[in-house]
């Protein structure tokens, strides 16, 4: 193997550029040639290819986004669009690919290693931490850190004004960020799509709060259990409170990536490049307490991610 290329697919998320930045320098000094694959599939379709020597990706561990861009691609989702694709990397002479995104993303992976035997593997980079086969994902640490600064600044104004502020974060159907920044933040209540939740009994422990004295909360809802807007128009009907919703959307994914999401990407990148190396394509690299591990690409979306639900008890015992 002489040249690998290297993309960022999907949802932008902090630590992408860490990671290409590992792959780059790791293939470089073993002997590889690397070309960069700008926008994604969209790019690889097109022929979107820059040479990456390592000076390419100097000073870029600390920035958030991706210098290679990304993009969806619908496109590639066709068999005809497939096929464009594994043309230009024969073109460039591209001997294989690490893919850096998440599960959709991998599913290209698959398609480009299983149906045209290009040698694929992918990093997990995922600010919702969704994907299985790893305990972590590039991005989840700053996304949460970041959730949690703006839970901070938030509690300020609650506690100022005697509200209650529910905060909704990202998550799609995985409530991983919304239990970490929340029991972080110390919310009074976390609402994500694992556990079920009844909106009558939120509504009462306020009410019967405010009786009490305590009259501001925090409410963490993950976007894929409940839409903010509607929790907080049932909790001020059911206890009168003043009730204020904040999204913190796309915030969440941007920003300087943590040291933890800059040392995971290292060690993923670079252990994507051995992979490639050890001829052990359609695979993902991922992390399991500190050890790096890989699994079949399909792990991502066939696996199940573990939850770790104690976290969620101890979350509801140190907010009562």
Same mark, same amino acid.
């Given at each position: 193997?002489?040249?690998?290329?290297?993309?960022?697919?999907?949802?932008?998320?902090?630590?992408?550029?860490?990671?290409?930045?590992?792959?780059?320098?790791?293939?470089?000094?073993?002997?590889?040639?690397?070309?960069?694959?700008?926008?994604?599939?969209?790019?690889?379709?097109?022929?979107?290819?820059?040479?990456?020597?390592?000076?390419?990706?100097?000073?870029?561990?600390?920035?958030?986004?991706?210098?290679?861009?990304?993009?969806?691609?619908?496109?590639?989702?066709?068999?005809?669009?497939?096929?464009?694709?594994?043309?230009?990397?024969?073109?460039?002479?591209?001997?294989?690919?690490?893919?850096?995104?998440?599960?959709?993303?991998?599913?290209?992976?698959?398609?480009?290693?299983?149906?045209?035997?290009?040698?694929?593997?992918?990093?997990?980079?995922?600010?919702?931490?969704?994907?299985?086969?790893?305990?972590?994902?590039?991005?989840?640490?700053?996304?949460?850190?970041?959730?949690?600064?703006?839970?901070?600044?938030?509690?300020?104004?609650?506690?100022?004004?005697?509200?209650?502020?529910?905060?909704?974060?990202?998550?799609?159907?995985?409530?991983? @960020?919304?239990?970490?920044? =929340?029991?972080?933040? !110390?919310? *009074?209540?976390?609402? /994500?799509?694992?556990? $079920?939740? +009844?909106?009558?009994?939120?509504?009462?422990?306020?009410?019967?709060?405010?009786?009490?004295?305590?009259?501001?909360?925090?409410?963490?809802?993950?976007?894929?259990?409940?839409?903010?807007?509607?929790?907080?128009?049932?909790?001020?009907?059911?206890?009168?409170?003043?009730?204020?919703?904040?999204?913190?959307?796309?915030?969440?994914?941007?920003?300087?990536?943590?040291?933890?999401?800059?040392?995971?990407?290292?060690?993923?990148?670079?252990?994507?490049?051995?992979?490639? @190396?050890?001829?052990?394509? =359609?695979?993902?690299? !991922?992390? *399991?307490?500190?050890? /790096?591990?890989?699994? $079949?690409? +399909?792990?991502?979306?066939?696996?199940?991610?573990?939850?770790?639900?104690?976290?969620?008890?101890?979350?509801?015992?140190?907010?009562?």
């Amino acid at each position: 193997m002489q040249r690998i290329a290297v993309m960022t697919s999907g949802g932008d998320s902090p630590g992408m550029n860490a990671a290409i930045r590992a792959v780059v320098r790791s293939a470089t000094c073993r002997g590889l040639e690397v070309l960069g694959i700008r926008r994604g599939y969209a790019g690889m379709i097109e022929g979107d290819f820059l040479p990456m020597p390592p000076t390419a990706v100097s000073g870029i561990i600390n920035r958030g986004g991706t210098i290679l861009l990304t993009a969806r691609s619908q496109q590639f989702m066709s068999e005809e669009g497939q096929r464009q694709a594994v043309e230009q990397l024969r073109r460039a002479g591209v001997e294989g690919v690490v893919v850096i995104g998440g599960d959709g993303s991998f599913h290209g992976a698959q398609a480009l290693w299983h149906d045209w035997q290009v040698p694929t593997v992918g990093i997990p980079a995922s600010i919702d931490n969704d994907l299985a086969g790893t305990d972590l994902s590039i991005g989840f640490d700053t996304a949460v850190n970041t959730a949690l600064e703006s839970i901070d600044r938030i509690r300020d104004t609650a506690v100022s004004h005697d509200r209650v502020f529910v905060v909704e974060v990202m998550g799609r159907n995985c409530g991983m @960020l919304a239990l970490h920044a =929340g029991l972080a933040g !110390g919310a *009074e209540v976390i609402i /994500i799509p694992e556990v $079920p939740y +009844q909106i009558t009994r939120i509504g009462t422990l306020i009410k019967e709060g405010r009786a009490r004295g305590k009259n501001s909360y925090i409410i963490v809802v993950a976007e894929g259990a409940a839409r903010g807007i509607a929790i907080a128009a049932d909790i001020e009907a059911i206890s009168g409170a003043d009730t204020r919703v904040t999204v913190l959307g796309h915030v969440q994914r941007g920003g300087v990536p943590s040291a933890q999401d800059r040392s995971l990407a290292s060690r993923l990148g670079a252990a994507a490049v051995n992979l490639l @190396l050890e001829n052990k394509p =359609g695979m993902m690299v !991922g992390i *399991e307490g500190e050890d /790096i591990v890989s699994h $079949p690409l +399909q792990t991502a979306w066939t696996g199940k991610k573990h939850m770790d639900l104690s976290l969620y008890e101890l979350a509801q015992v140190l907010a009562t």
